[in-house]
């Protein structure tokens, strides 16, 4: 039997001192707060005023949604070339590489973990190793553990009692099944795993992800390896983390590890470790090539809808730096530039206020231009009314007389039904698709939908051809799609006539 190679670390005793509250540094962060180049920020617990200071120069010099959207690229599944970094004196460069073995992960808790199994992948991804959602297929498995309560770490030890028969009946022809316990169960319970659980061949801590190649290799040997360090900066700035689930419909962007909390009950410091912040640059990268995924997935996937909703509340950056918005006028254009862009024919819909507190009417002109400008398909308008508890109820003044107000509301209105009927009669002549929502509120012989731009569409409650029956006539059901010829519009909605029902399928196959 080889001997037990287990590299258990303690944690160095360094004096504890104050971190910045993450999510306290998200938020400034988000509010163009920091510069991408800036190395420090303000502490949370200074005064409310010292924070607010010289608010126009950080919004000037702080990121832009440019910073968010520009030179993002979607992560790619497999790599030309594995990436090894130098080996220790008892591997080799060749034993260090995944060799297209496949790797099967189970993810237990929070979303800590699910965020951890990210990056363990993307690691091993670029070591060469393959993913795979076939146990059967796995030839390492590796489990993202949770010890946040005693049942969570036992239902870990009833899934090693599976897997090690598993284990067992791995036929000699296959390389031998390698099993991993990863995360706050490994850091908190270390030498008991490996005593208990002979067939465990690897334990690897929260801060000891990048460790994973070499502990494989070293598995692979025949030993048992271990690395359970906790560090006092560790942050995977510089990995990007590689999502599980293709389908997936959520993403979490990790801003902090560890938690100094200290709460009497909670096993969290003990087992992830002191709390560090992540750079704000490594988070605005992240947050960046998110952002470029979803405005792809809205452009490729003919079942999501062409709008977004970029809610801009006034066109005067004063005004949007009184509101706190943490963005500019300019900011805003240039993200609505990129959106059309990337996603041609996209609705945009928005959100103005008008009279917000110290606006004047030159304030109030910018905001009639950008309206102009964007050329809104939809807008929600209104005017401003002071709410208690707010910022603006304690710091500012409502100072726009109501008549003010309401004149200056209706001018946005007029404006912004002059140019979403223009943006919407580009639509006259065309045929769209439309899914039935059901009958039309202000006419019992018509029927409503919406196209793919999230626009209304009204048209005759009539007999039509259904294209995946040929010969046979239908009427259009609310959840039904169908094709219809807009004949006019109106800032509000378009009118058509239907030519038949179809389904999603068909018409992107026709398109």
């Avoid at 908190?188 to 795993?193: A, D, H, P, T």
């Avoid at 988070?283 to 801009?312: G, M, T, W, Y």
Wanted: aromatic share 6%.
């Amino acid at each position: 039997m080889h001997p037990l190679q287990c590299v258990l670390r303690v944690q160095r005793s360094l004096r504890w001192g104050p971190l910045p509250s993450v999510s306290w540094l998200l938020l400034r962060t988000c509010r163009a707060h920091s510069s991408l180049h800036s190395t420090t920020c303000s502490s949370p617990e200074r005064q409310e005023d010292g924070v607010q200071k010289d608010f126009s120069s950080r919004l000037a010099t702080g990121p832009t949604f440019q910073h968010f959207l520009r030179s993002a690229s979607t992560p790619q599944e497999k790599l030309s070339s594995p990436e090894v970094e130098d080996p220790p004196p008892y591997l080799t460069v060749d034993e260090l590489l995944g060799r297209q073995r496949k790797v099967y992960f189970e993810t237990y808790g929070c979303q800590m973990n699910v965020n951890d199994t990210e990056i363990a992948w993307s690691i091993l991804q670029k070591s060469g190793y393959l993913r795979t959602s076939n146990l059967q297929e796995a030839d390492v498995i590796l489990l993202v553990t949770c010890s946040i309560r005693e049942k969570a770490e036992q239902t870990i030890w009833n899934r090693l009692h599976q897997l090690k028969a598993l284990k067992t009946r791995r036929p000699r022809s296959r390389m031998p099944l390698r099993i991993g316990i990863l995360g706050c169960m490994a850091e908190r319970l270390k030498e008991e795993i490996l005593n208990r659980e002979k067939m465990v061949d690897l334990l690897a801590g929260p801060d000891a992800y990048r460790d994973l190649p070499r502990l494989l290799a070293v598995a692979e040997s025949g030993q048992q390896a271990a690395n359970v360090l906790l560090s006092l900066d560790e942050t995977y700035a510089d990995v990007m983390p590689v999502q599980m689930s293709p389908s997936a419909t959520s993403a979490f962007v990790s801003i902090m590890r560890g938690c100094d909390n200290m709460c009497s009950y909670c096993i969290v410091p003990f087992t992830r470790g002191r709390e560090r912040s992540r750079p704000v640059a490594s988070i605005l990268e992240e947050v960046r090539k998110l952002s470029e995924q979803v405005l792809q997935l809205i452009h490729e996937r003919d079942n999501i809808c062409k709008q977004i909703h970029l809610p801009a509340q006034s066109g005067s950056s004063r005004v949007l730096e009184a509101m706190r918005r943490g963005y500019s006028r300019e900011a805003y254009v240039e993200l609505v530039h990129h959106i059309r862009a990337s996603i041609p024919g996209v609705s945009l819909s928005s959100d103005f206020i008008a009279g917000f507190c110290g606006e004047t009417e030159e304030d109030h002109l910018q905001t009639v231009s950008l309206l102009r400008e964007v050329q809104y398909n939809i807008g929600f308008l209104f005017a401003y009314s002071m709410r208690q508890k707010t910022r603006a109820y304690h710091r500012l003044k409502d100072d726009v007389p109501e008549e003010v107000k309401l004149r200056r509301l209706e001018e946005l209105i007029t404006v912004f039904r002059e140019e979403a009927s223009k943006a919407n009669k580009t639509s006259v002549g065309c045929t769209q698709l439309v899914l039935v929502e059901g009958l039309s509120k202000r006419s019992a012989n018509d029927l409503c939908g919406r196209n793919d731009g999230n626009l209304k569409v009204i048209f005759p409650d009539a007999e039509m051809e259904d294209v995946t029956n040929p010969g046979l006539r239908v009427r259009a059901q609310p959840g039904d799609y169908v094709l219809v010829k807009i004949t006019s519009a109106s800032s509000q909605t378009l009118r058509g006539r239907v030519l038949c029902r179809t389904t999603l399928k068909d018409f992107s196959a026709n398109c």
